[in-house]
């Protein structure tokens, strides 16, 4: 079976700061998607940053980047400049390409502190 | 685009009462996904469709869920009977056709409470 495992179930960071969320990921596949989606109050899940596991280079969007270690199956985002509006459940997720559905970890919930 | 719509935005029902989820995918897509979110549990897949034939609904927790797309444009979440554990957050999803599973746009989800 292919599972999504968030070990954070919460995080705070001061604003401006840097923080970290962790991801691993268990699968047979070798080519393969991850995900990081967003989740604020409003309840919509917003698309944050995509990465192909066969791109060794990892993603970036702007304050948000990903380290993406195929070997240790280990997928986390960082979130650069914090900014009060980051706050919000992100969730990793996982799924073999093609038209298959995503696979999402328990989330972590992120604070942003003024 | 309107993106992905889903009705009702919240529902609060009775024990025992049926519930119906409405979901309307945007237009060209041909996968639709039903997810359910608990703090519990994260986000689960229930069921989803290719073409409008389901393709798994081995996460459909009983047999107290049911789910339809009699067409493109349109599916159901039934609930019946419904009870207090199924309370929670309902997402519908879609995505285009022969899209690469990254084009997954949800909707902004049924809120159900059962009393």
């Known amino acids: 079976a292919q599972t999504v495992t968030q070990s954070q179930p919460e995080m705070s960071v001061q604003e401006a700061e840097t923080v970290t969320l962790s991801c691993t990921y268990d699968?047979?596949?070798?080519?393969?998607?991850l995900f990081w989606y967003k989740q604020p109050p409003s309840r919509q899940m917003i698309l944050v940053i995509r990465?192909?596991?066969?791109?060794?280079q990892n993603a970036t969007e702007n304050r948000f980047s990903v380290n993406f270690q195929k070997a240790a199956k280990s997928f986390s985002l960082k979130i650069s400049d914090s900014q009060l509006g980051d706050t919000a459940m992100y969730f990793c997720?996982?799924?073999?390409?093609?038209?298959?559905?995503?696979?999402f970890g328990k989330g972590t919930r992120l604070s942003v502190i003024a | 685009d309107a993106g992905v719509i889903q009705s009702p935005r919240h529902e609060v029902t009775e024990m025992g009462q049926e519930v119906t989820l409405r979901c309307k995918p945007i237009?060209?897509?041909?996968?639709l996904f039903w997810y359910r979110q608990t703090m519990m549990r994260g986000l689960e897949l229930l069921i989803y469709?290719?073409?409008?034939?389901?393709?798994?609904d081995s996460g459909m927790p009983e047999d107290r869920f049911s789910a339809k797309m009699p067409n493109a444009s349109f599916s159901t979440l039934k609930i019946q009977p419904s009870e207090p554990r199924d309370s929670a957050v309902y997402f519908c999803?879609?995505?285009?056709?022969?899209?690469?599973?990254?084009?997954?746009?949800f909707g902004s989800g049924t809120q159900l409470s059962v009393l």
């Open positions: 999803a879609s995505s285009p056709v022969g899209g690469r599973v990254e084009k997954l746009f």
């Open positions: 699968t047979s596949e070798s080519n393969y998607y």
């Open positions: 990465q192909e596991a066969y791109k060794q």
């Open positions: 997720a996982f799924t073999p390409p093609g038209n298959t559905p995503l696979v």
């Open positions: 237009s060209g897509h041909n996968s």
């Open positions: 469709f290719n073409n409008n034939v389901p393709i798994d």
